[in-house]
């Protein structure tokens, strides 16, 4: 099994991945602009479970996610570096990792780069990833395996939610 390990921008806060995401995108939504600061975000999205916090403590923010549901983004309680978020859809059952905040951030190409139609205009699509102006099927992008694992959480999500 893979391990990455990751952390904050001040070294306060480490953390360790196990395994392989299920899926990654970069993401150029105006929302995750204004949330990051930044042009796009790239998130490595992985069952909670895989995740080890081994040093330092988060803090947690609450903004509103595309779905108007509450996107929870944890921050390192020292510098306040976001290194993965909780999102509606699945809860604290599944995380996405700021995959900038990883050791080795170049480990996790996306799988696809999402909502192109807000992206900067002088921003240049990277070749041999697919790119979509919104969103897409996970379905028509992800290898069957990883499809499973996802829909696996969206049910426990659901059995959660009753």
Same mark, same amino acid.
Not at 14 to 26: A, D, K, M
Not at 70 to 96: D, E, F, K, N
């Given at each position: 099994?893979?391990?990455?390990?990751?952390?904050?921008?001040?070294?306060?806060?480490?953390? #360790?991945?196990?395994?392989?995401?299920?899926?990654?995108?970069?993401?150029?939504?105006?929302?995750?602009? &204004?949330?990051?600061?930044?042009? =796009?975000?790239?998130?490595?999205?992985?069952?909670?479970?895989?995740?080890?916090?081994? %040093?330092?403590?988060?803090?947690? &923010?609450?903004?509103?996610?595309? =779905?108007?549901?509450?996107? %929870?983004?944890?921050?390192?309680?020292?510098?306040?570096?976001?290194?993965?978020?909780?999102? @509606?859809?699945?809860? #604290?059952?599944?995380?996405?990792?700021?995959?900038?905040?990883?050791?080795?951030?170049?480990?996790?190409?996306?799988?696809?780069?999402?909502?192109? =139609?807000?992206?900067? @205009?002088? $921003?240049?699509?990277?070749?041999?990833? @697919?790119?979509?102006?919104?969103?897409?099927?996970?379905?028509? $992008?992800?290898?069957?395996? #990883?499809?499973?694992?996802?829909?696996?959480?969206?049910? #426990?999500?659901?059995?959660?939610?009753?």
């Amino acid at each position: 099994m893979q391990i990455h390990e990751g952390g904050c921008g001040c070294g306060a806060l480490r953390y #360790r991945l196990s395994g392989e995401p299920i899926f990654v995108n970069n993401c150029h939504c105006t929302q995750c602009q &204004h949330q990051t600061g930044s042009t =796009s975000v790239v998130n490595a999205f992985i069952e909670s479970e895989r995740v080890q916090l081994l %040093t330092g403590a988060v803090t947690e &923010h609450v903004v509103r996610a595309g =779905s108007g549901g509450p996107h %929870t983004i944890c921050r390192c309680a020292v510098c306040g570096v976001a290194v993965w978020s909780y999102y @509606p859809r699945l809860g #604290r059952l599944g995380m996405g990792i700021r995959v900038g905040a990883l050791d080795n951030p170049g480990a996790f190409r996306p799988d696809a780069v999402i909502f192109t =139609s807000e992206a900067m @205009p002088w $921003v240049a699509l990277p070749e041999g990833i @697919p790119h979509f102006e919104k969103t897409y099927d996970f379905r028509s $992008v992800l290898p069957p395996e #990883r499809v499973a694992r996802l829909l696996a959480l969206v049910a #426990r999500r659901q059995a959660e939610q009753g």
